[in-house]
């Protein structure tokens, strides 16, 4: 990896943690830092046993000498922080930790990368379960929640990685390749973490890292942009459409999910619903073709797979009203696309962290909107938003009260939806943190209502 044995790791997290354990366990000497104090009890013990050096809650300027040989860095922290400059400046490589445990995976692996703006966790997802029903080598890692450092000691020669990779991710790896990559959709999103969109579009490019010829890369024949951030990568392009026929590929016609031309499976069949699920579907199913995988167990995994939690979640029935837990919606795309899901009266919660994005996107969307309830630093935006587009809106503190107004407003056959639009950290650590709270809120009212 490097001649020097010393690294800077900078930021815990799950990734921070899991690439200290891997590097000590390796003979490294390890430094971690993060600016919060506060941090996973267990995990500190741990690291302190096998010794890691922590430096938690501290100015980090002045931490990084040239005795470092490595700098990794923790996927959301951004590359003009004053650590990563100096490392730059002092001649320290900085990777990541999806880069950290590509160095040590053994190479006679397969590596299917699944990126995009919208749908990466449930393409990531239908690809493992279709593909562990044959085969017992499968790994899930990346993004959804397991990283790839914690998988070093169990990969071995001949496995088959399904990696969820992010923009942030994407951001500082340099040798990482994968041998399939999927890029579902791309449109704007996390510009207040690049700077621009082209800078967004740059990182997310980088899922085709180092291909060549012999590499597969999956595309949406329906994403214009995604088409063109594309149009000049050398590996093997295949496509999926639920727009047009493809006579290689994947397309829906007359109600049926077709791959080469060969009718799969009927729309009615499967269990989540939506043209982006049935996108994100079918970009999973050239996936595990790569792997001869046969059609009755494609078609076993899609009768019985219920989504992902935190995305398009149905949670309850309470009193006529069905509530759904979208949490993981965090730019105004993904909560379009739970717009679209629905024909009933909706109750919409929105808010969240403020990244000064414009949500004007979602107005022509608002049909079935009969009032949104906004909360967080976003709230007061929300509100003019609404005001502006003519839908009633009340604003809230936090989403525990918004939940509270959100069935008060509602009515029977109404939906009640949390699809924020909005990075959770202004309240909560993640999406998922602020997912399972309004579960909790929502299951709450519904003993409640039980018990008048």
């Not at 690291?47 to 809650?57: A, C, E, F, P």
């Not at 009927?266 to 059609?295: P, Q, R, T, Y």
Request: aromatic fraction near 8%.
């Amino acid at each position: 990896m490097t001649n020097q044995t010393k690294v800077f790791i900078l930021g815990m997290a799950r990734s921070g943690y899991e690439a200290a354990k891997l590097l000590a366990n390796k003979g490294y000497e390890v430094v971690l830092t993060d600016i919060k104090r506060e941090q996973n009890s267990e995990h500190i013990e741990e690291l302190k046993r096998l010794g890691v050096t922590l430096i938690l809650g501290v100015d980090q300027d002045n931490l990084l000498d040239s005795s470092f040989g490595l700098m990794v860095k923790n996927p959301g922290i951004k590359n003009d922080h004053k650590c990563v400059i100096k490392a730059m400046e002092l001649g320290i490589p900085v990777i990541n930790e999806v880069e950290l445990a590509y160095m040590f995976f053994p190479k006679n692996i397969k590596i299917i990368g699944v990126t995009g703006t919208n749908g990466k966790t449930t393409t990531t997802s239908i690809i493992y379960e279709i593909l562990k029903k044959s085969k017992d080598n499968v790994h899930l890692m990346g993004n959804i929640g397991f990283p790839l450092c914690s998988f070093v000691p169990h990969v071995k020669d001949g496995d088959i990685l399904i990696i969820e990779i992010s923009d942030h991710q994407l951001c500082n790896i340099d040798k990482f390749k994968t041998d399939i990559s999927i890029l579902t959709n791309i449109s704007e999103a996390h510009i207040d973490f690049h700077g621009t969109y082209e800078k967004y579009k740059e990182m997310k490019k980088r899922i085709f890292n180092r291909h060549t010829k012999k590499d597969v890369s999956i595309l949406n024949m329906s994403n214009e942009e995604g088409l063109a951030l594309s149009n000049d990568i050398v590996s093997t392009k295949k496509y999926f459409s639920s727009q047009n026929k493809i006579d290689e590929g994947c397309y829906i016609d007359d109600n049926y999910l077709y791959y080469n031309n060969e009718k799969i499976i009927s729309l009615n069949s499967i269990k989540i619903k939506g043209v982006h699920n049935h996108e994100n579907i079918m970009a999973a199913l050239l996936a595990v073709k790569e792997f001869g995988i046969d059609n009755q167990d494609i078609v076993e995994v899609l009768k019985d797979f219920k989504g992902v939690e935190h995305r398009i979640e149905f949670v309850s029935n309470i009193k006529g009203r069905n509530v759904y837990n979208d949490s993981k919606s965090t730019n105004n795309k993904s909560t379009i696309t739970a717009l679209t899901s629905f024909d009933e009266p909706t109750i919409l919660i929105l808010g969240g962290l403020d990244r000064g994005q414009s949500f004007d996107e979602l107005k022509e969307y608002l049909g079935n909107v009969k009032a949104i309830i906004a909360y967080g630093e976003t709230k007061r935006r929300i509100f003019d938003f609404a005001k502006n587009a003519g839908i009633i809106c009340e604003m809230t503190e936090n989403l525990g009260e918004a939940t509270k107004r959100a069935y008060a407003l509602s009515e029977d056959k109404d939906i009640i939806l949390l699809s924020p639009a909005c990075a959770s950290w202004d309240q909560f650590k993640d999406y998922e943190e602020r997912g399972e709270a309004f579960k909790r809120y929502i299951n709450n009212i519904g003993k409640e209502g039980n018990n008048e």
